[in-house]
């Protein structure tokens, strides 16, 4: 079966850091390239990052640059966002999202069903 | 950037009727326009690509069309698990920009 699988969301306080991890079966991850989204409470969706199949090309939207990273594992078809100096703003559900094909702008033809992050004191 | 706006925000429809929804580009995206269907705690699904094209699985009484940087995403005769959110993303430019969606509520 076709999916994908996060985990690593929590509560966590203003400041402190945070790994997710989204965890890949069915398709042959390595050919693929790989986002992060995120939704807030209530809120619509936001691009968060993007990482090509080999790892050479990574962006990240404004809102995250400098605080959080993008990085995959092709042998245990693995993507992760580690995410630091948390704020509010970032409380959100992540999703694990791929891409249809490898341009650094596609659409999403695959969503994992997320992982809450909660950043509060 | 681009930006995406949805209209009307929330969309009340009958069982049975027609329900058109709309997506404007701030500038030219093409028909580099996708559509996602997203039920409450539910992650997003691919609904519509290429402004028209269903992707896989989709039933036909979902379509797409593009006028210029206007789009719309007609549902034909609504069942009962159509209610939902739907959100249009443009990919014809970096980076990838959502609308704010549109809920579609039973009337």
């Known amino acids: 079966e076709v999916q994908l699988v996060e985990s690593g969301g929590g509560l966590v306080q203003p400041g402190g850091s945070l790994r997710l991890s989204c965890a890949v079966s069915g398709f042959t991850f390595s050919s693929y390239s790989m986002n992060w989204v995120r939704q807030a409470p209530g809120k619509g969706l936001e691009w968060v990052s993007y990482i090509s199949s080999s790892s050479s090309t990574i962006y990240y939207a404004d809102s995250v640059k400098g605080r959080f990273t993008i990085s995959r594992d092709n042998a245990k078809n693995s993507l992760y966002l580690q995410m630091n100096s948390l704020r509010a703003e970032d409380t959100a559900v992540y999703y694990c999202?791929?891409?249809?094909?490898?341009?650094?702008?596609?659409?999403?033809?695959?969503w994992g069903r997320g992982t809450l992050v909660t950043v509060s004191s | 950037e681009i930006v995406m706006t949805q209209s009307p925000a929330t969309l009340s429809v009958s069982p049975g009727e027609r329900a058109t929804l709309s997506c404007r580009a701030s500038?030219?995206?093409?028909?580099?326009l996708a559509w996602y269907q997203q039920k409450p705690g539910q992650a997003p699904r691919l609904l519509i690509y290429g402004a028209s094209t269903r992707a896989t699985g989709i039933p036909a009484r979902f379509s797409g069309s593009r006028s210029g940087t206007e789009f719309t995403l007609t549902i034909s005769s609504l069942q009962s698990e159509d209610f939902a959110v739907y959100y249009c993303?443009?990919?014809?430019?970096?980076?990838?920009?959502f609308g704010g969606g549109t809920k579609v509520e039973i009337k």
């Open positions: 993303q443009q990919y014809n430019n970096w980076p990838p920009a």
């Open positions: 500038q030219s995206v093409s028909s580099n």
């Open positions: 999202a791929r891409y249809a094909y490898g341009d650094p702008s596609a659409y999403f033809d695959l």
